[in-house]
């Protein structure tokens, strides 16, 4: 039998609603500031459809644009002037940035409080401690959320998580673990001696490492639940664009998962809902 699909569209959805209701008894306006250095159409797209997020529900949203050539300086006067204007609750700076540019040192300048992408050491930091009071990073917690949202028990479960980036990977990790979840969590990567055994071990199955299809059916036991968190442009001759979005988990695995985040339409759209409510969390916090 086929796997059923998580629907990111439809969990974003669920979770705007309650959203809405936050930011009526908010006192202020939440203001979320995203700035984009350089040409990149994904990152232009990305930053697009969160300007758009932001209009639906009434949160107020400041769209910096910065040439390529932008110095590092520059873009840490802009940061520091961000961090100091108390009408603007959060800030993100859109990755990635030029190689110029020390995009880690950057991110460790935004103030922790604004900090809604979840990045900065003393937000990642708390995760470490077991905390998850601080700014939560998005695709993470997006993955948790549609997880709640499903149904699906983690509490003694077998999770493996393939990748190990500061952004999804590591994060993930924890937020499974962490109490309240009580996953058993497994990290793949690339020094990983035989990573679709582990994968197999699996009843839940993460897979954010950035390889298009790496993770094919036979790699995942039957009844597992798939997250696929890839988004990879793959040539494709027969699209007229000559190009398909695909993510790091092969269409052959529908037909052994029990559930199964799609590409596009699963984590997608929760990265975004979980960017407007760590926006909206900043501005009650912050009044």
């Not at 603007?88 to 110029?100: A, K, V």
């Not at 998005?138 to 980036?165: D, H, I, N």
């Not at 664009?241 to 596009?264: H, K, M, N």
């Amino acid at each position: 039998m086929a796997a059923v699909h998580l629907d990111g569209k439809a969990c974003a959805k669920a979770l705007e609603a309650g959203l809405l209701e936050r930011i009526k008894a908010c006192s202020v306006q939440p203001h979320l500031a995203v700035i984009i250095v350089g040409d990149d159409p994904a990152s232009h797209v990305y930053v697009t459809n969160k300007v758009k997020a932001c209009q639906r529900l009434g949160i107020k949203s400041t769209h910096v644009e910065l040439s390529s050539d932008v110095s590092e300086a520059e873009l840490i006067s802009l940061v520091e002037q961000m961090n100091n204007d108390n009408t603007l609750h959060g800030l993100l700076i859109q990755s990635p940035l030029p190689d110029h540019i020390d995009e880690e040192a950057i991110t460790d300048l935004i103030n922790p409080a604004k900090d809604v992408d979840g990045f900065h050491p003393a937000n990642l930091g708390r995760l470490v401690q077991g905390r998850t009071d601080g700014m939560l990073p998005c695709t993470p917690s997006g993955v948790m959320e549609m997880l709640r949202w499903s149904g699906v028990e983690l509490s003694g479960k077998k999770a493996v998580v393939v990748g190990r980036s500061r952004i999804v990977g590591m994060p993930q990790a924890l937020l499974l673990a962490a109490k309240g979840a009580d996953a058993t969590v497994t990290i793949v990567h690339s020094r990983t001696a035989d990573a679709k055994m582990e994968c197999l071990t699996a009843d839940v199955l993460v897979a954010a490492v950035g390889r298009p299809e790496m993770i094919k059916a036979d790699w995942v036991k039957p009844g597992a639940v798939v997250i696929d968190v890839g988004i990879n442009r793959v040539d494709d001759p027969t699209r007229e664009r000559g190009w398909r979005l695909a993510g790091d988990v092969d269409p052959s695995v529908t037909e052994v998962a029990s559930l199964l985040s799609p590409v596009p339409g699963g984590v997608g759209p929760m990265t975004i809902a979980m960017l407007l409510a760590n926006t909206i969390t900043a501005a009650e916090r912050q009044h």
